[in-house]
Structures are given as structure tokens and as C-alpha cells.
């Protein structure tokens, strides 16, 4: 049965909304956070395992020092106080995906304490969001239920369980509650989670793949009325994995944590799922408070000492923030801010700086990506890298362009040639053909046929009107099979009427 929702403006009119997020990055290390099975995304289903990551009896866990390093790096970058010594503990909870039935997290003495991320909104608004830990754990295995609807739970007939993830290192990053954001809050934590795949890509830490899991968030939201302080009665709507999931799932469980307020009732601290189908949450189990948990220190690991030096030298290495190379490519590139948000928008900044570097100028590159490879990426409903076309593909493009070989008209057929998969762009020019038309008397012998065909237009440019120059050039265009340059033809046309 559907639920009743208030309308949002009313909701956030009505109500104060407190948000939290808990972001699962997944680090990009070769092998697992406490053993050394080799990782690998979409590798065959429990082939990636040691006994260790299946918690065999006498297996004992050995830190991953790369995971730990990845952790102090995006602690840095977070502003985080990074704590000298850290613990890991055991989460005790019983999920077929837990091959040891607890998970080894840090509880009460994490990697990374507190820090902030200022994120910057569309209009050029910058919102702090207050951090309040970064912690080290391992991953669950993954469950695949059969027979349900979209491999949901419900009406599958059984699961399957797959524990290769199962010990992937991961970073989990919790924010504070987060106030004063009213009715911007589902564009602020959008933006919070745009910031910190950008963070852990330019770090190097983690692909920040939502779509693969390599990062995904717990969505917390409470509502008290307005002119309240105490926080009211939370929803956590799990394992979120798109930002624009994100964003409807802040704006749906407003609208519905309002309507229930509103009319008398009371929320239920409980687990939530998202449901991209009906762009609805469905109430899971009753949230779990810490102490249930069970917390205890893992006897098999020794606590991290993490030196000031270490973390010193580990801060020389850290390259450009996202933020700071923004602002130098706007510069370098000569952007407005509208333009620079495009840009970012469409997920499409670091296919254009690579272009750029393959050769193509900053115009081009972008025209094309936001152009006509960012409404074939729409059409099919992925994201740019997604496309078969690469970043030198584009640039080569516009080389051929620059080399007067292919004119616009051609450069597009080429590029979507590229897209449908039939190679690169040299194969495809060649494979049909693709030219400028450079025989002067080819060229020629059109015009004069245009201009010959066409009295009427051909005596207004006479006279010195060029509005009709346009028909002539589609003219000879047609007669060229679209591979004549316009610019040469304009030129030949004023050539021709002037002699």
C-alpha cells in the first residue's frame, strides 16, 4: 500500500531536517584488507578467498599496510584528526554474508577522528559538512537472491552467496548530524558525495564506481519541528549506490517521516531500502543501536601506531585536490562558472582534461563530450566512460578536423561511427570514405553548378547581400556528398561573384 506523503515544500516549511551520511569507499588495493587473496570486480564467484577472508578456524588476520596509508591519505584530505594510535574491533552481528559472523571495523579508536569537506553547491554556495570519523574495515561477501523481482528478497526462492568481496578493505567515512541545511538538503549531500568520489579518485585510493559498488552510503534523516533542538527519530535507508538515489531517497523520506509527524504519529528508528523501480524506501529490520553490536577489541590484531613522521611523509605525496584543480583548469581553459558546472555535472571534467592532454584544445574536447557523446551516453542510459570512446579517440577527431581532412558534418558521422563500435576514428574515416573534398576543381565545377542553378541568389551576393550565401554551400554540400569544407566554398562563392 502506498504511503502518504506530505508535499516537500510543505514538509520543509513545516519541519527542520537533520541528515547523516555513512559513505562505504572501497579501496583500490591489490589484495585484501587482512589476507593476501588477490581482488578482482566481476572475477568467477568464490575464487578470490583465502581462509582468512572465510574465517576458517586458526586463520589469523595480517593488516594491509597499503590500506592503511589509503586511510591517513584521505584523512588529509578531509581535514581529519589522524589518530596516533588506533584499534580494531570486532562487530558482532549473524548475516549470511559474514562468513566470521562479526565484522573487523574500528569502534571507539578509529584511524581518522574528526574533520569537514566544504562542498560547493550549484549557485557557488559552499556548505561545510562536518566529519565525524573515517575508519578502517573489511567488507561483507555479497547476497544474490533468485527467483524475487530485480533480485530482491522478497518471493526469491533461495540466495546465493558470494564471498569474494568478503575482506575488501574498505573506508567508511560518518558525518556528524548535519543542521541547518533546510530544503537543500538532498542537493547538499548530492554534492557531499560527488566531493568525495572526486577525493578518493584524484587520491588514487578507490575507482569510485557506484554502479560497482566501489562506493555506496547509508542514508540517515530526521525531522523536528521547527524552532526544536533535540534531533527527532531517525530512518537509515541502506547501501544507497547512486547519487541521484541519494538525493530522491533524502527527498522521499522527508515527505514521508512529515506526514507522519504531522498527523500524530511516531517514527520507527529502523533500516530502510531504496527501491530505484518505484522511487520509494520499504521499511527493513529495527536499527541496531552500537552496544548491540557487541564491540570488543580484536585479540588477533595489535593496535596502528602512526607516527607523525610517517604521517609527514605520506602528506608529500599527496597530489592536487579536486577543488584547487578545478579552479586552475577554469582558468587555463578560459571558463565561466556556468560552463565549469556543465562540465562537472555531466561527470565529464576528466574525459575532457584527458583529451585535452591526448592534443585536442579545451573548446573542442568539451564541445564534444557535452555534445554529441553526451546525448548518445543519455540515449543509452550510462555514463560517458562507459562509451566506447576514448579521450585520444576525441582528440584524434579533432586533429583531423584541424587538418582540414574532416569538416563538422564528417567529424560527427565519424565520432558516431566510433560509438557504434566500428572502430577507431581513422578506421571509420577510411572505412567510408570520410574526406574533405581537396581537388580545387572539384570543388570548383560545384560552385559553378550552385551558383548556376541558383540565378536568383546568385544575383543578390552579387549586389552584396550574403544572407542567401547559406543555400549555395548546402548546394554544393549535397552535390559533395556533405565532404566539402564550407569555409573554402564561402570563399570560392565571394571569389566567383567578385570576379
Not at 593476501?36 to 574465517?55: D, M, R, Y
Not at 573515517?134 to 546465493?160: C, M, P, Q
Request: glycine share 10%; hydrophobic share 35%; aromatic share 6%.
Amino acid at each position: 500500500m502506498a504511503e502518504h506523503l506530505m508535499k516537500y515544500s510543505d514538509a520543509v516549511k513545516e519541519f527542520d531536517p537533520v541528515f547523516g551520511l555513512e559513505t562505504h569507499v572501497e579501496l583500490c588495493t591489490n589484495t585484501k584488507l587482512f589476507c593476501p587473496a588477490h581482488i578482482e570486480f566481476g572475477g568467477e564467484p568464490n575464487t578470490q578467498l583465502t581462509p582468512v577472508s572465510l574465517g576458517l578456524p586458526g586463520s589469523l588476520p595480517v593488516v594491509n599496510r597499503t590500506a592503511v596509508d589509503f586511510a591517513i591519505k584521505l584523512g588529509l584530505a578531509l581535514h581529519c584528526h589522524i589518530n596516533e594510535w588506533s584499534q580494531f574491533s570486532r562487530k558482532n552481528y549473524f548475516y549470511p554474508d559474514m562468513p566470521r559472523d562479526y565484522q573487523i571495523s574500528q569502534f571507539d579508536k578509529p584511524t581518522n577522528g574528526e574533520g569537514y569537506l566544504d562542498v560547493e553547491l550549484d549557485d557557488g554556495t559552499v556548505f561545510r559538512v562536518p566529519i565525524e570519523r573515517a575508519h578502517i574495515e573489511d567488507d561483507a561477501g555479497k547476497n544474490t537472491h533468485v527467483g524475487g523481482t530485480d533480485g530482491r528478497i522478497e518471493g526469491a526462492d533461495h540466495s546465493l552467496v558470494d564471498y569474494n568481496r568478503a575482506g575488501v578493505p574498505l573506508i567508511e567515512i560518518v558525518t556528524k548530524p548535519v543542521e541547518g541545511a533546510g530544503e537543500r538538503v538532498p542537493e547538499i549531500a548530492g554534492a557531499y558525495m560527488r566531493a568525495i568520489r572526486d577525493i578518493v579518485r584524484a587520491l588514487g585510493i578507490s575507482h569510485g564506481r557506484m554502479e560497482q559498488g566501489n562506493m555506496r552510503a547509508d542514508v540517515n534523516i530526521s525531522l523536528r519541528r521547527k524552532g526544536d533542538t533535540e534531533l527527532g527519530t531517525r530512518s537509515e535507508t541502506k547501501n544507497v549506490n547512486s547519487f541521484h538515489g541519494i538525493e530522491r531517497t533524502l527527498q522521499y523520506e522527508i515527505r514521508r517521516q512529515a506526514a507522519i509527524l504531522d498527523a500524530g504519529g511516531e517514527i520507527l528508528q529502523e533500516t530502510r531500502h531504496w527501491d530505484e523501480a518505484t522511487q520509494t524506501t520499504a521499511g527493513g529490520r529495527v536499527k541496531s543501536d552500537a552496544n548491540d553490536y557487541r564491540y570488543f577489541p580484536d585479540p588477533d590484531l595489535v593496535m596502528l601506531h602512526i607516527t607523525p613522521e610517517h604521517i609527514d611523509e605520506i602528506s608529500k605525496t599527496m597530489p592536487e585536490m579536486p577543488a584547487e584543480r578545478r579552479k586552475r583548469l577554469q582558468k587555463e581553459w578560459g571558463l565561466s562558472d556556468l560552463e565549469m558546472r556543465d562540465l562537472i555535472n555531466a561527470d565529464a571534467l576528466d574525459l575532457v582534461e584527458e583529451t585535452v592532454k591526448a592534443g585536442a584544445g579545451a573548446a573542442g574536447a568539451r564541445k564534444w563530450w557535452l555534445g554529441e557523446i553526451s546525448r548518445e551516453a543519455n540515449s543509452r542510459g550510462v555514463s560517458l566512460e562507459e562509451l566506447p570512446i576514448t579521450p585520444s579517440d576525441v582528440a584524434q577527431v579533432e586533429k583531423l578536423v584541424a587538418d582540414g581532412k574532416l569538416n563538422d558534418k564528417l567529424a560527427k558521422q565519424t565520432v558516431v561511427g566510433v560509438l557504434a563500435g566500428e572502430g577507431a576514428p581513422d578506421e571509420v574515416v577510411r572505412k567510408h570514405g570520410y574526406q574533405v573534398v581537396s581537388d580545387d576543381g572539384a570543388l570548383e565545377k560545384a560552385v559553378d553548378e550552385a551558383l548556376a542553378q541558383n540565378p536568383d541568389i546568385a544575383e543578390k551576393l552579387r549586389s552584396g547581400n550574403m544572407k542567401p550565401m547559406g543555400a549555395i554551400i548546402g548546394a554544393v554540400m549535397k552535390a559533395t556528398r556533405g565532404q566539402a569544407d564550407a569555409k573554402a566554398v564561402s570563399a570560392l562563392v565571394i571569389k566567383k561573384i567578385k570576379g
